[in-house]
């Protein structure tokens, strides 16, 4: 199998020559050339907080779910997350992970013995999870993050990893989040989420992620970038057809995260560049972030 990416290989240049950067998967955040004008794209009609899920239950472990793909291997393995969250939340803490998916990282969570609930809006999703060993020592909930205290309260952690904030596809939605989640922590809990840095000159593209003799996987990306949101389908085709993998995310940088959190009641404590501890700098293309009460400080 040939892996190339004609169509982005100015781009994928760009980012590795900056050292830390990595290549995001457009799926799941898209960092994106300047210079070009966006295309506008109304957003997709009967998308919900379900589909991301539905259309990619299926797909997601083949494509991320032993090490989540280049991208998230540079940021952290799921041991090095899983590490990081224990410490953060204690001997035997609750964490409460919003969109747990496929349980990349809510078993490792597990295995911690950490006392793990998962909240995801996707029933193919939680079917996943739940045919994996392990899971029964997991509490799962179907529901949607913007709510987030319909799973509980009285969390050490809450931790929102893999972009999976930038699911919500609107600002109020994320606000919302944000204030659930200040609602959701233990008066000493800390909110931990990770996402990637928008670039802000993005641009619409299409880009080939893989040539073989029997399949071809196409990203078709378009950006407003005053929605902030990126509208994308993975297209993948073979000789039986073609299958289409939707997504909308809006993103937001680490300043408007930071705004954000503040308005709900939350204080950041830490922020890095990825779950080792590499310091956050302008040339950083993710972030691991880190808020607390701000009544308890
Ligand atoms: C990129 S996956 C991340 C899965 C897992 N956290 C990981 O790191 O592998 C995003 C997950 O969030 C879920 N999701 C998307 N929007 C959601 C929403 N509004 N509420 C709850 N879950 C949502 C999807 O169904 C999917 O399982």
């Not at 179907?142 to 904030?165: I, S």
């Not at 085709?237 to 503040?262: E, I, K, S, V």
Request: charge should be negative; proline fraction near 5%; glycine fraction near 10%.
């Amino acid at each position: 199998m040939i892996q190339i990416d004609l169509l982005l290989k100015n781009l994928v240049s760009r980012l590795y020559s900056h050292g830390t950067k990595a290549r995001a998967d457009p799926v799941q955040g898209s960092l994106l050339e300047p210079g070009k004008a966006p295309t506008r794209l109304s957003a997709m009609e009967g998308y919900g907080s379900e589909t991301y899920g539905e259309t990619m239950a299926e797909v997601y472990d083949e494509w991320y779910g032993s090490d989540g793909g280049i991208a998230l291997s540079q940021i952290g393995s799921p041991d090095e997350v899983a590490d990081q969250v224990a410490t953060l939340a204690g001997p035997a803490g609750t964490v409460l992970e919003l969109g747990v998916g496929t349980g990349r990282l809510a078993l490792p969570l597990a295995d911690r013995g950490l006392a793990v609930t998962g909240l995801d809006a996707s029933p193919s999703m939680l079917a996943r999870i739940r045919a994996k060993p392990g899971s029964d020592r997991l509490t799962l909930v179907a529901g949607d993050m913007a709510e987030p205290t319909v799973a509980g309260t009285g969390f050490d952690v809450v931790l929102v990893g893999f972009n999976t904030f930038f699911n919500l596809a609107t600002e109020a939605a994320q606000q919302a989040c944000l204030h659930g989640v200040a609602e959701t922590l233990a008066p000493e809990g800390r909110f931990v989420l990770e996402a990637f840095v928008p670039e802000p000159d993005a641009h619409d593209g299409v880009s080939v992620r893989e040539v073989s003799v029997d399949r071809v996987m196409l990203d078709v990306v378009a950006i407003d970038r005053t929605a902030q949101t990126i509208t994308g389908q993975r297209i993948v085709m073979t000789a039986a057809g073609n299958r289409f993998f939707p997504y909308l995310l809006r993103y937001a940088t680490p300043d408007q995260l930071d705004a954000m959190a503040g308005e709900a009641g939350l204080e950041r404590v830490d922020r890095t560049e990825d779950w080792r501890g590499t310091t956050f700098s302008d040339n950083s293309s993710y972030h691991v972030s880190t808020w607390c009460r701000a009544d308890t400080t």
